[in-house]
């Protein structure tokens, strides 16, 4: 029979063969006692007297009848037993009474040993089932025990795992999104430079063509100023010479030097104001090899901030560009505008 621990207490096992024994044991009682009781009822008894009726014949006169024959010889009676053949008679009935019931004794002494031995081999016989039910039971709770401890460990590991997966997960996105926000902001980054090399490229295009734009005035303008025979001329829109400079050995500047320094001087100019109305005159002296020796501003526009653009953009010029004869003018001036936006 199998129970659940759960479901039942603790109890000792259904003993099979108990009502067999139990029968036979009320079977041997029984025995017993119809033995007891006719052995002392065959004790206490005296032997009833027999008695018999003799019936005869009543003779039929009317017809006569041979006469009977003649009577056989009686034997003598035996002699009366004396008294001691009685006592000895009583002595052995006495002797045969005793064996009966020292036999009856010895098998009931035995019947009792036979019922004493089953009981003692029934009890033996449910305490091994006792105890084996119960090292069963407890081998089993032991065995429960150790599966759900290996149970648990399993579940922990689970546990641990999927905890350091997770981990795992969310270390790989958040290198992930870090990667996506630098590919963003390399994105960013390239968008911008490409946005400033774009704007870069097409200021740079802008100047080169106003200044392609002013060296073509500006060749106009010397062409008409050495056929005029000199004189002081400003560009339109941004550097202009003056023609009092001298060089080192006292001759002027070629009328080609003014296109030189606009050239060296207006990739210098930064300036994001106001255009109108603004023009400033920048005075130089220069050493032979082009060297800016010093500058200032001798005409003001009236704007400080665009006056220190101009100086600004006339210092960062050093060296000054050499002219025909290959020096520099000593001193000249240079009148800048800002390009029109």
């Known amino acids: 029979m199998t129970r659940k621990n759960s479901s039942y207490p603790l109890q000792p096992p259904r003993e099979r063969g108990t009502l067999r024994a139990l029968l036979l044991a009320l079977l041997m009682h029984v025995l017993l006692g119809f033995f007891l009781y006719h052995g002392i009822h065959w004790q206490n008894s005296t032997p009833a007297g027999a008695e018999a009726e003799l019936w005869t014949d009543v003779p039929d006169l009317s017809t006569p009848r041979p006469a009977?024959?003649?009577p056989a010889p009686v034997a003598p009676a035996p002699p009366p037993p004396t008294e001691d053949a009685d006592i000895a008679l009583q002595q052995q009935k006495r002797k045969q009474e005793e064996a009966a019931r020292e036999a009856q004794l010895a098998q009931q002494r035995l019947l009792q040993q036979r019922l004493l031995q089953q009981q003692q081999e029934a009890?033996?016989?449910?305490?091994?089932?006792?105890?084996?039910?119960?090292?069963?039971?407890?081998?089993?709770?032991?065995?429960?025990?150790?599966?759900?401890?290996?149970?648990?460990?399993?579940?922990?590991e689970q546990q641990a795992a999927a905890d350091k997966l997770k981990q795992q997960q969310l270390e790989a996105q958040k290198k992930q999104q870090?990667?996506?926000?630098?590919?963003?902001?390399?994105?960013?980054?390239?968008?911008?430079?490409?946005?400033?090399?774009?704007?870069?490229?097409?200021?740079?295009?802008?100047e080169a063509q106003a200044k392609k734009l002013d060296a073509e005035r500006r060749a106009r303008i010397a062409q008409m100023q050495g056929n005029m025979g000199g004189g002081d001329?400003?560009?339109?829109?941004?550097?202009?010479?003056?023609?009092?400079?001298?060089?080192?050995?006292?001759t002027a500047a070629s009328p080609g030097y003014a296109e030189k320094v606009q050239r060296?001087?207006?990739?210098?100019?930064?300036?994001a104001g106001a255009t109108e109305g603004l023009e400033t005159v920048?005075?130089?002296r220069c050493a032979p090899d082009g060297a800016l020796?010093?500058?200032?501003?001798?005409?003001?526009?009236?704007?400080?901030?665009?006056?220190?653009?101009?100086l600004r953009a006339v210092q960062r010029s050093d060296p000054m560009p050499l002219d025909t004869n290959g020096k520099a003018p000593a001193s000249f001036t240079i009148t800048l505008r800002p390009a029109a936006g």
Do not use: M, Y
């Open 68 to 70: 009977p024959p003649p």
């Open 233 to 250: 001329s400003s560009s339109g829109n941004g550097l202009a010479k003056s023609g009092n400079g001298s060089g080192a050995g006292g």
């Open 293 to 310: 020796l010093s500058s200032s501003v001798t005409r003001s526009s009236g704007n400080a901030q665009w006056d220190d653009a101009a």
């Open 282 to 284: 920048v005075s130089v």
């Open 264 to 271: 060296r001087v207006r990739p210098n100019i930064i300036w």
């Open 178 to 206: 870090q990667l996506e926000d630098q590919q963003k902001q390399a994105q960013l980054d390239a968008q911008k430079k490409a946005d400033a090399d774009k704007a870069a490229k097409a200021r740079a295009q802008a």
């Open 123 to 156: 009890e033996a016989k449910r305490q091994q089932q006792l105890a084996a039910q119960q090292a069963a039971q407890l081998a089993a709770q032991q065995k429960a025990a150790k599966l759900k401890q290996q149970q648990e460990q399993e579940q922990r």
